[in-house]
């Protein structure tokens, strides 16, 4: 089935500092890959996408392409920001299953000025 | 703002009892899908209705059960709740039942099982 993985957290970093945040995923089609953001106690927001390979999805300074070579989605930030402490979540869907997305587990990711 | 209201936001259950949670999707879609994430995990795909019949089930119990209105709406009812059913509950709206379509969620609705 599919699956996707995640860096482990949580991640701590200086205001400014460059963010990767690793996901690779497993499917058995050609799945369309995203990156939601979780800030505490709310739902979740789309940060980015992408639906074919070598696409890169941006928004907010994050930029992700999609790796069909290496099954990858990795996020990239160049200057993170406090206000982008949140939990950041890697998630696919497949082309015939609707909006059923699978995430990876999340990574708690920190800015501290 | 997503336009995915739910409601309530935040419930206390006991053990042994029912819950109704509703969704409310954004104007026009018609797709709609639950996810159940427990603290500290992703959220794990319930179920998801399309044009008003379910189009997909992930591996929870038959007790988890749901509707979708004409006006595309929905609800998840839970049974016989447990322990481990102590969630976020999040709701989910697209256009479509096809992959690669946006989609947005709602704030969620936080359910504690005592």
């Known amino acids: 089935g599919d699956s996707v993985t995640q860096m482990e957290g949580p991640v701590t970093l200086s205001e400014e500092a460059f963010l990767t945040i690793n996901c690779t995923y497993t499917?058995?089609?050609?799945?369309?890959l995203f990156w939601y953001v979780q800030y505490p106690g709310e739902g979740l927001q789309l940060l980015l996408k992408?639906?074919?390979?070598?696409d890169k999805g941006s928004n907010k300074g994050f930029e992700a392409t999609y790796r069909k070579e290496t099954t990858s989605f990795h996020l990239e930030k160049g200057s993170v920001q406090v206000s982008d402490s949140a939990v950041y979540f890697c998630a696919l869907s497949e082309e015939t299953s609707g909006s059923r997305l699978t995430f990876g587990e999340g990574t708690q990711l920190t800015v501290n000025p | 703002e997503t336009g995915v209201t739910q409601s309530p936001t935040h419930l206390i259950k006991t053990r042994g009892q029912q819950v109704t949670l509703r969704c409310s999707s954004q104007?026009?879609?018609?797709?709609v899908s639950w996810y159940q994430q427990a603290l500290g995990q992703g959220p794990q795909f319930i179920f998801q209705y399309y044009r008003e019949e379910e189009n997909g089930r992930g591996n929870f119990p038959p007790r988890f059960s749901g509707l979708q209105f004409p006006n595309y709406s929905s609800e998840l009812n839970v049974n016989a709740l447990e322990l481990d059913d102590s969630a976020l509950y999040l709701c989910?709206?697209?256009?479509?039942?096809?992959?690669?379509?946006?989609?947005?969620f709602g704030e969620g609705s936080w359910l504690t099982v005592v």
């Open positions: 499917a058995t089609g050609y799945p369309s």
């Open positions: 989910a709206s697209s256009l479509g039942g096809i992959g690669g379509n946006t989609i947005y």
């Open positions: 992408a639906t074919k390979a070598d």
């Open positions: 104007s026009g879609h018609n797709t």
